[in-house]
Structures are given as structure tokens and as C-alpha cells.
């Protein structure tokens, strides 16, 4: 069988089910996970032939060891791994207690970590695969009320891109999808907050809390288009390291660009002076 073998994680809803649905439809065999038996059931029950649902949980790495030990005894091979699965979370850093960041840490970044490196040694042995990290525009800029999720995010991004470098040598292609607004859940009910709320920071992450509230259902972004680009980010000769989806993503990346250059020109006779003569 020539068709690929898709392990995307978190494709119970949002962009990981529109992915789930448009690789089905292009020809490839998915392998999805979710944290329900009875999702996995239903889903199992109405894809027999294409599809096969999983029961797993990236925040046990037991539970991810085994799962992946016992796919690739089944199908021989994972040719392309989607770390999907996430939280979002909205708070300002000093209302969020250490206990609120470690949940957000766990599946954005630990778990991602742990899905990579159990899933490398096999595609290792093949000589290729793909691996596609679901990052965010806030993997690159950072939004008062949004601090930690964009920690986890920049956390996933610096280990991906150097792994990159690691593994191109490999015949191992690494992608990081940098969405903008899109309509999942994810601003709705997958929306995590700190319990904490202090008033001081109303005119700053309380403003983007509320937005973020009354964005939902509203966003500009389409998950099927979405999932239409990751597919053929995937199937290119050359995919790029960064795929920035949505109009919203390339404004805020194009001003954190801008930002950096800035500050790069305004303290560069700094910088060249802070070395020996």
C-alpha cells in the first residue's frame, strides 16, 4: 500500500478533525487519537477501512510508549505524525499559578516532546517521514493575557526547529503550523483561565480574556482550507519549515518580525561594543 499513514493527535474536534476528514478523503490512512472510549468507539464504528481511532493520552508517557509501540506492530510504519492535541489558556503570567502552568505545559509542550522522540526511532529506521508541530501565530508573538500559552508555544517551536536541522540529514522533514483565528473550540469550551483574577490587569489581559470570549464561532479562519494546506505542506518536495495560515497570522508574525528588526538596528552599536577589543 502506497498511501500514507497519518498519526494526528486530538482530532476530536477543531482543526484536528477537519485534517482527520480532508486526509480520509484524499486517499491516506489516519490513525487518530482521542481521550474518550466512547468516541474512539463511534468513530471505529463509521471507518472501517481508512481510519482507525486510538485511545490515548499525551500527558502519560506510558500510555503514549505503548500505543505507538502497538501501531507500529500493526502497520509497519508511521510516515506522518501531526502533534495536534493542545490547550489554550488565558491569563495574565502573575494571576497563573505554577500548578495552571504545568497543565498548559503538559500537552503543548511535554507531551508534543514525547509523541517526537517515541515516534523518531521508527522513522529513523525508514529513511523518511514527516512530522507536522501545531504551533499558533502566538508561537511567535506574544499577546498581554496570553503569556503562558505562548510560552508552551515558543517552547514547541525552539526544540522543533532545531530538531530540523537534526533530522533533514535523515531523510526526516519537520513543519511548524502557525494558525491564526480559526472557528474550533478552541475559544470556547477548550479555552482554559486563570482562576485568579487581579485588577490591575483589566486594560491589559483582561481586555484580550474578554475578546477571546467573543471571538468564538466568529474567526476568520477555515479549518478544511486549513487542513487542504497541512496535506500539501506534506506531499511538497520541499516543505518549508513555517506555514503561517490565516490573514490575522501573517499581520501579527509581519509585526513581530518588524519589532525584532527594530530593536535589532537600535542596539546594534550596543552589541558590537559588548566584546573585547
Same mark, same amino acid.
Request: cysteine-free; proline content about 3%; overall charge neutral.
Given at each position: 500500500?502506497n498511501?500514507?499513514?497519518?498519526?494526528?493527535?486530538?482530532?476530536?474536534?477543531?482543526?484536528?478533525?477537519a485534517?482527520?476528514?480532508?486526509?480520509?478523503e484524499?486517499?491516506?490512512?489516519?490513525i487518530?487519537?482521542?481521550?474518550?472510549?466512547?468516541?474512539?468507539?463511534?468513530?471505529?464504528?463509521?471507518?472501517?477501512?481508512?481510519?482507525?481511532?486510538?485511545?490515548?493520552?499525551?500527558?502519560?508517557?506510558?500510555?503514549?510508549?505503548?500505543?505507538?509501540?502497538?501501531?507500529?506492530?500493526?502497520?509497519?510504519?508511521?510516515?506522518?505524525?501531526?502533534?495536534?492535541a493542545?490547550?489554550?489558556?488565558?491569563?495574565?503570567?502573575?494571576?497563573?499559578?505554577?500548578?495552571?502552568?504545568?497543565?498548559?505545559?503538559?500537552?503543548n509542550?511535554?507531551?508534543?516532546?514525547?509523541?517526537?522522540?517515541?515516534?523518531?526511532?521508527?522513522?529513523?529506521?525508514?529513511?523518511s517521514?514527516?512530522?507536522?508541530?501545531?504551533?499558533?501565530h502566538? #508561537? %511567535? !508573538?506574544?499577546?498581554?493575557?496570553?503569556?503562558?500559552?505562548?510560552?508552551?508555544? &515558543? *517552547?514547541l517551536? =525552539?526544540?522543533?526547529? $532545531?530538531?530540523?536541522?537534526e533530522?533533514?540529514?535523515? #531523510? %526526516? !522533514?519537520?513543519?511548524?503550523?502557525e494558525?491564526?483565528?480559526?472557528?474550533?473550540n &478552541? *475559544?470556547?469550551? =477548550?479555552?482554559?483561565? $486563570?482562576?485568579?483574577?487581579?485588577?490591575?490587569?483589566?486594560?491589559?489581559?483582561?481586555?484580550?480574556?474578554?475578546?477571546?470570549?467573543?471571538?468564538?464561532?466568529?474567526?476568520?479562519?477555515?479549518?478544511?482550507? $486549513?487542513?487542504?494546506a497541512?496535506?500539501?505542506?506534506?506531499?511538497?518536495?520541499?516543505?518549508?519549515?513555517?506555514?503561517?495560515?490565516?490573514?490575522?497570522?501573517?499581520?501579527?508574525?509581519?509585526?513581530?518580525?518588524?519589532?525584532?528588526?527594530?530593536?535589532?538596528?537600535?542596539?546594534?552599536k550596543?552589541?558590537e561594543?559588548?566584546v573585547?577589543?
Amino acid at each position: 500500500m502506497n498511501n500514507k499513514i497519518w498519526l494526528i493527535t486530538g482530532i476530536s474536534s477543531g482543526l484536528g478533525k477537519a485534517l482527520a476528514e480532508s486526509v480520509i478523503e484524499n486517499g491516506d490512512f489516519v490513525i487518530g487519537t482521542f481521550r474518550n472510549q466512547s468516541q474512539v468507539d463511534a468513530f471505529n464504528k463509521s471507518n472501517t477501512k481508512n481510519a482507525q481511532a486510538i485511545l490515548l493520552d499525551i500527558t502519560n508517557e506510558k500510555n503514549i510508549e505503548d500505543n505507538i509501540k502497538k501501531l507500529i506492530s500493526e502497520h509497519g510504519k508511521i510516515d506522518v505524525l501531526v502533534n495536534n492535541a493542545g490547550m489554550g489558556f488565558v491569563g495574565a503570567v502573575e494571576e497563573t499559578s505554577l500548578k495552571e502552568v504545568r497543565a498548559v505545559f503538559e500537552p503543548n509542550f511535554f507531551g508534543t516532546l514525547k509523541m517526537t522522540q517515541t515516534v523518531l526511532p521508527y522513522m529513523r529506521k525508514e529513511k523518511s517521514g514527516s512530522i507536522v508541530q501545531i504551533s499558533s501565530h502566538g #508561537g %511567535i !508573538k506574544a499577546f498581554a493575557g496570553f503569556g503562558i500559552y505562548n510560552a508552551s508555544k &515558543f *517552547a514547541l517551536e =525552539g526544540f522543533s526547529e $532545531a530538531m530540523a536541522q537534526e533530522v533533514a540529514p535523515l #531523510g %526526516i !522533514k519537520v513543519s511548524i503550523v502557525e494558525p491564526g483565528p480559526f472557528r474550533t473550540n &478552541f *475559544a470556547g469550551n =477548550g479555552l482554559g483561565q $486563570a482562576e485568579s483574577v487581579i485588577d490591575d490587569y483589566s486594560e491589559t489581559a483582561g481586555v484580550f480574556r474578554n475578546k477571546l470570549k467573543g471571538v468564538d464561532g466568529k474567526q476568520e479562519g477555515d479549518p478544511v482550507k $486549513a487542513s487542504k494546506a497541512i496535506i500539501d505542506l506534506v506531499n511538497s518536495e520541499n516543505p518549508t519549515l513555517r506555514l503561517p495560515l490565516g490573514k490575522v497570522a501573517l499581520m501579527t508574525i509581519g509585526m513581530k518580525l518588524d519589532s525584532v528588526k527594530s530593536d535589532l538596528e537600535m542596539n546594534r552599536k550596543t552589541a558590537e561594543n559588548a566584546v573585547y577589543a
